[in-house]
């Protein structure tokens, strides 16, 4: 890919500088992974545009992650550890007790994200695991927040699944053979107040993904727009309704009340 | 890897019904020391599966780190000693090497620097 010649040429620390220059007006930097503390792999997907604008939502909502106070955060597919390292980062004030896992299908990445977390001084759990395999029965409804860089590259779906770095973005037909896999898994972690933060492609139809999360109760915004030569990119934050019966706070138990403030308000106007 | 990840880890082929906790077999391990923090520890507490956490705690040789029996809740509000044991349990003992061993199928998944790897074979799926 064009963009691992370019990262490679050239030297590290102009990539910070750049990506310092873009963020200049929020002074966050020291917040982040830096670039040349990032390991690298021949195998494994470079921080590239995709990761940056991940990452940049994760900071733009960094005061309503901190109100959080999740307890385990997750990352599907980490590739280098840029995104999660971020993350561990810009948490680490405040939020002391927050527990990291980080998931990879290709083995390089793995290593490498443990490689780049090290660099950081900060931790998280890594397993090498096709999406959350083995976790989802124990950690089901326990996952704060998670964080997804899927393989969103619209290719032949028998792309999909190739070992190495193919993993890291050949999405199949529309780019969604593993977002459409992931979405049941998130699911299924997401704690009642967890959060998705989420990487789509407009030839994903981010919009679908949107109504398909809808149905299982979600609602989302989008945090990052951004368009680059190749690609125009949206990070979209999930986050359940509580709309469902055994939430108490439901927007559906407020009508009553509503009704009730409704008709003793119009008593006392004299309506 | 730490035992809070083993705690939460189970193995994932297809129509295993009885695949946790994994055997822990570690051939090399340290202890690293983790910033405390007593809310995360009361928080996490009753979604740990106690035996299991004792029981690779064990394998460590740590006896009597733990009592064989999950103490009440109330209990690790008022006894600091016991909350910083779990705590060593929990999150500063790292398997660098060695495996993970369903307990249904005998499937052996490897750990290697500190990585538990839970690739399925083609079969396995």
Same mark, same amino acid.
């Given at each position: 890919m064009d963009h691992t010649f370019d990262a490679n040429s050239l030297n590290p620390d102009m990539i910070d500088k750049k990506r310092s220059n873009k963020l200049a007006s929020s002074k966050m930097l020291s917040n982040i992974a830096q670039i040349r503390l990032v390991?690298?792999?021949?195998?494994?997907?470079?921080?590239?545009?995709?990761?940056?604008?991940?990452?940049?939502?994760?900071?733009?909502d960094r005061t309503n992650l901190l109100n959080m106070q999740p307890r385990f955060c997750m990352e599907v597919g980490s590739g280098s550890g840029y995104v999660i390292a971020s993350l561990a980062i810009m948490l680490?004030?405040?939020?002391?007790?927050?527990?990291?896992?980080?998931?990879?299908?290709?083995?390089?990445?793995?290593?490498?994200?443990?490689?780049?977390?090290?660099?950081?001084?900060?931790?998280?759990?890594?397993?090498?695991?096709?999406?959350?395999?083995?976790?989802?029965? *124990?950690?089901? $409804?326990?996952?704060?927040? +998670? !964080? &997804?860089?899927?393989p969103y590259v619209p290719t032949p779906d028998d792309e999909v699944g190739c070992k190495g770095i193919t993993s890291s973005w050949a999405g199949g037909e529309n780019g969604r053979k593993v977002i459409d896999r992931i979405l049941p898994v998130v699911h299924s972690l997401l704690s009642e107040k967890g959060w998705l933060y989420m990487v789509t492609l407009t030839a994903n139809n981010p919009s679908q993904?949107?109504?398909?999360? *809808?149905?299982? $109760?979600?609602?989302?915004? +989008? !945090? &990052?727009?951004?368009?680059?030569?190749?690609?125009?990119?949206?990070?979209?934050?999930?986050?359940?309704e509580h709309t469902e019966k055994g939430s108490g706070s439901s927007?559906?138990?407020?009508?009553?009340?509503?009704?009730?403030?409704?008709?003793?308000?119009?008593?006392?106007?004299?309506? | 890897m730490r035992l809070l990840t083993h705690n939460m880890l189970s193995c994932n082929i297809k129509g295993v019904k009885n695949g946790y906790p994994l055997r822990l077999e570690a051939e090399k391990w340290t202890e690293k020391e983790v910033d405390f923090n007593a809310k995360f520890l009361r928080g996490i507490f009753p979604k740990i599966d106690w035996p299991a956490l004792v029981g690779s705690a064990r394998s460590f040789g740590f006896n009597d780190l733990l009592p064989?029996?999950?103490?009440?809740?109330?209990?690790?509000?008022?006894?600091?000693?016991?909350?910083?044991?779990?705590?060593?349990?929990?999150l500063e003992i790292h398997v660098e090497e060695g495996g993970l061993v369903c307990p249904e199928t005998g499937r052996r998944f490897p750990i290697n620097k500190g990585i538990p790897n839970l690739l399925l074979h083609e079969d396995e799926v």
């Open positions: 390991s690298n792999h021949p195998e494994v997907y470079e921080p590239c545009d995709d990761s940056f604008a991940l990452v940049d939502a994760l900071l733009a680490h004030q405040g939020c002391s007790g927050a527990q990291y896992f980080a998931t990879d299908i290709n083995p390089h990445a793995a290593e490498t994200t443990a490689a780049t977390l090290e660099a950081h001084g900060v931790h998280a759990e890594i397993i090498c695991t096709d999406l959350a395999s083995g976790l989802g029965k *124990r950690l089901a $409804g326990m996952v704060d927040v +998670i !964080v &997804v860089n899927p993904i949107c109504s398909m999360m *809808r149905e299982m $109760g979600y609602a989302s915004r +989008i !945090v &990052v727009q951004r368009s680059t030569e190749e690609e125009s990119l949206h990070i979209i934050k999930f986050w359940r927007w559906l138990s407020q009508f009553p009340l509503l009704s009730f403030w409704r008709s003793s308000g119009a008593k006392e106007s004299g309506i | 064989d029996e999950a103490p009440d809740s109330s209990l690790l509000a008022s006894d600091d000693d016991l909350l910083r044991r779990f705590h060593h349990a929990l």
